[in-house]
Each structure stands twice: as C-alpha cells, then as structure tokens.
C-alpha cells in the first residue's frame, strides 16, 4: 500500500516570492508522483508528473518538482509566486503497476498574500 | 474536443436514499475512475472501470457501485446515503490504464 504526507497543510507567501510544497510518500513498489491544483469549487488540473528519467520534472505555471528517491520525496516549487497561485495542492502517488489508483496527500493550502 | 463532464454539479439528498451521480468521459478514452473528496481532505479512490469492467476498488462498502457503458460514460450508484457520504465526487477519465488522469469538476453531494 501507499502512503502520501504533505507536510504543510498551509503555507502563506508573499506574492513574488519563492514558495517550496513538501510531499514526502511511502510504498513498497515503484510508483509514479504527481502534483494537482484545486481552484475554489472546481475539480483538479495536473501540474506535473514524474514517470522516469531526469528528476527534475517541469510543469505548468511555472511551477517544478523533484524527485528525491532516498529521502521518497517530490517537493514542489516555484521561483516566483502570483496571487492566481492561492488553490489547494495535491501530491499523489499510483502504482507503475495495476490500476491507475491515485493516493493522494491531505492537501496544502497555497495563501498568496499581495 | 469536450473534457470530462459530470452531472449534477450539486445536489442534496436525504439520509436513507440512493444516489446516481453521472460521468462523461473525454472523448477516446476508456478509463473512468471515481473519487470522493470529503472537505478539507484529498480524494479517496473509489473504483476504477476499464472498457466496461471494474478495475479495481477502493476502501468503499458495497453500497457504493458503478458502472460503465459502452461509450465509456459511467455512473456511480450509492444506496442508503449516510450523513458521511457528503463530499465533492470527482470522476476521472484515462486514454488507457496507467496514462494520465484528466478530472471533471465533480458533483457536490450533501446528505441531510
């Protein structure tokens, strides 16, 4: 089985600064790693995913994860936050394996503060 | 070419009834998966069905049961609501097993 812990249930920022999203995961079998966005009342937009190959994985709006195999982590950040960036993130983990089950994490809340 | 859609958006329903909460898949993809998103919490899998035959279930009873047609829209039944079963129901559809999930807006469910 999967496990996914975002550390942060929320993280507030100032717009135009850095932001770093913490997800570390556990499993016992290879799997992939993505991070999805949820707007207020809507469904969720993949951000990015990694599925093999360079750990470094780039995604939409500027936004980039890597991969940490060792320490079974996939941080997400941005150099530069906007105030568009306030939504609720996601990381999630499925087996390479089977049924595409996502396991997600609890969520962290993104707080752009102007 | 339409992304995925689910109907209702809202609706509320009585604890001790059923529920059919309706999913159409984008176009050419075969997967449809179901989660349910309490408030405040990360989706939760439910089951998955790939070319009309359940692909896998979640940590759900039985009273929660899907189906898929042969255009690859699906539905998803819960019998005996319960107050618990309030939560925003997410459907996902795949071009095949293992590829990437692309998520409708879900329909939120409240149980009175």
């Known amino acids: 089985a999967q496990s996914v812990t975002q550390l942060d249930s929320q993280v507030p920022v100032f717009e135009e600064a850095p932001v770093e999203l913490r997800c570390n995961y556990s499993?016992?079998?290879?799997?992939?790693l993505f991070w999805y966005v949820q707007y207020p009342n809507q469904g969720l937009q993949l951000l990015l995913k990694?599925?093999?190959?360079?750990?470094l994985v780039k995604g939409i709006n500027g936004f980039e994860a890597e991969f940490n195999k060792s320490q079974t982590s996939f941080h997400l950040r941005k150099p530069s936050v906007h105030i568009s960036d306030t939504a609720e993130y996601f990381c999630?983990?499925?087996?390479?394996?089977?049924?595409?089950?996502?396991?997600f994490g609890q969520g962290t809340r993104l707080t752009i503060n102007p | 070419e339409t992304g995925v859609t689910q109907s209702p958006t809202h609706l509320i329903k009585t604890r001790g009834q059923q529920v059919t909460l309706r999913c159409s898949s984008q176009s050419g993809h075969n997967t449809v998966s179901w989660y349910q998103q309490a408030l405040g919490q990360g989706p939760q899998f439910i089951f998955q069905?790939?070319?009309?035959?359940?692909?896998g279930r979640g940590n759900f009873p039985p009273r929660f049961s899907g189906l898929q047609f042969p255009n690859y829209s699906s539905e998803l039944n819960v019998n005996a609501l319960e107050l618990d079963d309030s939560a925003l129901y997410l459907c996902a559809s795949s071009p095949e097993l293992n590829t990437e999930a692309f998520f409708g807006q879900g329909t939120r469910l409240t149980v009175v």
């Open positions: 499993s016992s079998v290879s799997v992939y």
């Open positions: 069905y790939y070319r009309e035959e359940e692909n």
């Open positions: 999630a983990v499925s087996e390479i394996q089977g049924a595409q089950k996502l396991v």
């Open positions: 990694y599925l093999s190959g360079s750990t």
